[in-house]
């Protein structure tokens, strides 16, 4: 079946930054929607990031202008490159894949940023 697999979070100071990876398997990556959604302790999960199929982009305003995401077909793996980190980014960041409607999710991996 599918499965979604984060990696790449850790602790940084603030201004830091840090690359998260998410493997895929299970379904045919190329054609798939992918994104990144994170939550801090006792919050709601938030939408970060997608990218399309063909590699259109969008990003939630908090994030604009210090994140990037993008995939590599070839690899079945998405990412997503934080820049200029800062406390408010901390929380557990999900791996997200839809397929003509459907969502699939990771574990999720921890990112923590000190001031």
């Known amino acids: 079946q599918v499965q979604l697999v984060e990696s790449g979070g850790g602790l940084v100071q603030a201004g830091g930054s840090l690359r998260l990876s998410c493997a895929f398997s299970g379904r045919l990556f190329s054609t798939t929607f992918m994104g990144w959604y994170r939550q801090a302790p006792g919050k709601q999960r938030e939408w970060v990031a997608r990218i399309t199929s063909g590699g259109s982009t969008n990003y939630a305003d908090p994030v604009k202008g210090r994140f990037t995401i993008s995939r590599d077909n070839a690899k079945n793996t998405v990412y997503l490159q934080m820049n200029n980190l800062n406390p408010e980014d901390t929380g557990a960041y999900y791996c997200?894949?839809?397929?003509?409607?459907?969502?699939?999710w990771g574990q999720g991996t921890q990112v923590t940023v000190s001031s």
């Open positions: 997200n894949a839809n397929d003509v409607g459907k969502n699939y």
